[in-house]
């Protein structure tokens, strides 16, 4: 199983950006997939997640309102509006077994390699 991430980019604050998180290897049904990121000098911080089943949705507090998450057969999606410059992060997207839509890093065993967002002032 592979999560592949992609989307990320430099965009000025104030603008958006959509990253995608291809899963392959096998379908994807059941799974809880999370967005985490992780800036430079600073802990890896949970942003957002989707149960694939059902649709539900959980975010940080500092995502709520500007971030949503979607998802399509094997690709989930994390649009992020409003875009700050402390959103700037490595965004890795990670995949565990459903159940609580839990902001803890450890709890995800599937890891993607990440792609790079920067918001510049």
């Known amino acids: 199983v592979q999560l592949q991430a992609s989307g990320g980019g430099l965009v000025q604050a104030g603008g958006s950006l959509r990253l995608s998180c291809v899963a392959s290897?096998?379908?994807?049904?059941?799974?809880?997939m999370g967005w985490f990121r992780q800036a430079p000098g600073k802990e890896r911080e949970f942003v957002g997640a989707?149960?694939?089943?059902?649709?539900s949705t959980h975010f940080a507090d500092t995502a709520k309102g500007r971030f949503t998450i979607s998802r399509d057969k094997n690709t989930v999606y994390l649009q992020m509006n409003g875009l700050k410059p402390e959103d700037t992060a490595v965004y890795y997207c990670?995949?565990?077994?459903?159940?609580?839509?839990?902001?803890?890093?450890?709890?995800?065993?599937?890891w993607g390699q990440g792609t790079l967002v920067t918001v510049s002032s």
């Open positions: 290897g096998r379908t994807f049904k059941n799974e809880d």
């Open positions: 990670a995949a565990k077994r459903r159940g609580i839509l839990t902001t803890i890093s450890r709890d995800y065993y599937y």
């Open positions: 989707i149960r694939l089943s059902g649709g």
